[in-house]
């Protein structure tokens, strides 16, 4: 009972016959421990007849009683505390080899476990307990997680947290990470040419949206890099470009990163319009931002949150308003609430209702937030300290 499934299933694939015999006797644990019991109870129960027939010839009813509290101390010390630590201790070395004994003994007793797994499985059955499909050791999220963070040295860190971003995918959705509408970069037909030109050679990005007065009129995806040679010509105009253009693809912002990741495949797809439940653009992400989730940061972004947090002490910091609540609790190892907001500043006017500011407080959790700077209807700079917890007990 004390051998590691996964181990020994890996031992089975593998061709081990005695990995192979343990696992049909542990998909039937019911079975097993009735085997084990009659054989172990068959042993103790003649042990102690012996033993008092023993010990009453050579001593009457005193010596049976001696006989019968040395058995008690021998069974205890060599037949289960011993034994069974040491089995306990080395799962391997005890169980494995013990399936070739279990195994034959199983068989041989068959109608004796029959009857009485169908005795107890029949009490269980009277209280509710159903003792089919038994599965001791199935996994879900968080013991995997759990699995992960006990690696210690055998898997990198690095990697552990690799595995640990996959693992996190369905509970994360396409609104957590995506660029915010505000911040998304497009290209305005309605601006001077001259100044779109401008724009496609200074880009830092590879993808923009194009638009006529603002993003909610978005036209299509360009590829910048398909402008490439019409740019040397300079035979780029507007018909070239819209020409270029891919038909925008719009992704509602509840959807888990776990199926938008599929459907970036399915699709062919590297980018995407985040939307509302009313179909207004809210910002974008790209299938960059999806795999920096499993494997962290591939480019140094020009928002880095390191340049937005300040450490003024051990426990006081300076926030930016615009800094995302998930990345503030990864890297601070802090626990700000992420369900109502995405951003500090989000999370502190849905908390207060209003607009706060310089100098006011609140109170959020185990932190206490201070406005320092808010201007133009947004919080600028925000100090965040961490509030001694109290010890219990």
Sequence with gaps: ?????????????????????????????????????????????????????????????LGAAAAGGLLIIAVLVFAEVTPKTLAALHPEKIG???????????????????????????????????TSNINLHKLGRDELRTIVHDFGGEVSKRHQQMMLGVLDLDSVTVEDIMIPRSDVEGIDLDDDWNLIVEQIQNSQHTWLPVFTDDID????????????????????????LLKQCQEP?????????????MEFQKNHRRIGLVVDEYGDIQGLVTLEDLLEEIVGEFTQSSLNLQDMVVAENTKSYLVQGSANLRELNKSQKWELPTEEAKTLNGLILEKLGSFPSKGDRIEIDNYDLEIVHARANTIRTVRVKEKIKPVEG
């Design 1 to 61: 009972m004390s051998l590691n499934r996964y181990r020994l299933r890996h031992l089975a694939k593998n061709g081990s016959r005695k990995a192979k015999l343990t696992e049909r006797l542990l998909k039937r644990p019911d079975r097993l421990i009735g085997i084990i019991l009659i054989g172990n109870n068959v042993v103790n129960v003649g042990a102690t007849m012996l033993t008092t027939v023993i010990g009453f010839r050579l001593g009457g009813e």
């Design 96 to 130: 494995l080899p013990s399936a070739y004994v279990y195994y034959p003994l199983l068989r041989v007793l068959w109608p004796a476990v029959s009857v009485l797994n169908f005795l107890t499985n029949g009490l269980l059955r009277l209280f509710g307990i159903k």
């Design 249 to 261: 693809y719009f992704i509602p912002e509840v959807t888990p990163l776990n199926k938008q990741l």
């Design 217 to 240: 009129h978005v036209v299509g995806m360009l590829h910048l890099r398909k402008l490439i040679r019409d740019l040397n010509a300079n035979t780029l105009d507007k018909d070239t």
